[in-house]
């Protein structure tokens, strides 16, 4: 249980520190605005992709007790 308190603690920590190497390194300290563009296109795309690979797989465990998500390419099974 200390180890999952560890790791949410780090977690929730390591995101403030980003946020701040983001602030102070990235946009006033360089003052370089490519640098702050391609870290906020690289988290847009990392996020989109864990959203899309978990909306996948929450709806293969819901599929398994009868749940249907609707499916997001539009080629979902005909019925």
Known sequence: MIALI??????VGDVGRFVDIFLN???????DPLSALLVVVGQV??????AV?????????????GVTLPSLGGRGRSE
């Open 45 to 50: 795309l990392l996020i989109s992709a864990v």
């Open 25 to 31: 390194d990235l946009i006033l300290g360089a003052g």
């Open 53 to 65: 690979l978990g909306y996948g797989a929450v709806g293969a465990l819901l599929g398994e007790i």
């Open 6 to 11: 560890d790791f949410v603690s780090r977690l």
